[in-house]
Every structure is written in structure tokens, then in C-alpha cells.
């Protein structure tokens, strides 16, 4: 149920940014017609119909110079935010690994047991190893001994 929740939310929040969407080329398509409706339909002189014709263009050219610098504006207010929550949150990771990594190191087992369990099996090795060259010792110091007469 969540999930078809979360893909409902998705996909108006995708219906709404291509209804924006259409309606900004929508209200500038209709802008553009309507201005020239009117032009065409008010009885004017060649020379009058021509000079609102290029007072409108220039009109339409400042306006979407203005639209376009504002989007350039916006964009750069974004990447600049973007990338500062993203530093941001680079850095709380990073300081939250080293955290982790440093418990990790300091953890001890409860029972006094070995840490590692393949450090154990070295160990038994290297007591299991000893134990015999002190087995190995303890024999030929008795063969000497007996050598000798004792």
C-alpha cells in the first residue's frame, strides 16, 4: 500500500512540473497569438501596423531576455545549494565512518575471548607448537640423563 502511495505521489509530482510546464508554453503561445489578433484586426495604416509590430517584437524580445536571465539566476541559486548539501553531507558521512571504524576498533569481546577468531587458531598453533619443543626438550633432557647414569 505504501508503495502505490509513493508511486502516486511520483507520478503527480511528475504531472505537476509537465503541467507547469505546458501551461508557461501555453500562456506564451497565447500571449503571441492574441497580440497578433489584435495587431491584425485594428484598423491601422501600413506605417502604424508596422512600427506596433516591432514595438511588440522588441517588447517580446526584453521580456524573454528578463525570463531568460531570472532562469539563469535560479539555476545557479540551485547548483550552488546542490552542491553545498552535498559537501554537506559528504562530510557527515565521512565523520560518521571514521566514528563507526573507531568504535568498531575499540569494541572488546565480554567473556575475555580471543577478538579475532583466526587470531585464536593462530594462537593454539603457536601454544600447540611450543608445547611440543618442550615435549621435544623434556625427552632428550631425559635420554641425557639416563645416558649419563642418573
Known amino acids: ?8 505521489f511520483e507520478s503527480d509530482k511528475r504531472d505537476d512540473g509537465i503541467h507547469a510546464k505546458d501551461f508557461v508554453i501555453g500562456a506564451v503561445t497565447g500571449a503571441i497569438i492574441g497580440s497578433l489578433a489584435a495587431l491584425l484586426f485594428t484598423p491601422k495604416s501600413g506605417r502604424e501596423f508596422r512600427q506596433d509590430l516591432n514595438d511588440q517584437a522588441f517588447t517580446l524580445r526584453d521580456k524573454t531576455d528578463h525570463i531568460r536571465s531570472q532562469a ?7 547548483s550552488s545549494t ?10 557527515k558521512v565521512s565523520e560518521q565512518s571514521v566514528d563507526l571504524v573507531k568504535k568498531v576498533k575499540n569494541l572488546k569481546p565480554a567473556d575475555g575471548d ?9 594462537q593454539q598453533d603457536s601454544q600447540s607448537e611450543i608445547q611440543r619443543k618442550l615435549d621435544e626438550t623434556k625427552k632428550a633432557f631425559d635420554e641425557t640423563e639416563s645416558k649419563l647414569g642418573h
Open 82 to 91: 546542490v552542491k553545498d548539501k552535498t559537501s554537506t553531507i559528504s562530510r
Open 1 to 8: 500500500m505504501a508503495n502505490f502511495e509513493r508511486n502516486s
Open 114 to 122: 580471543v577478538e579475532n577468531p583466526i587470531d585464536e587458531l593462530f
Open 72 to 78: 539563469v539566476l535560479k539555476g545557479n541559486e540551485l
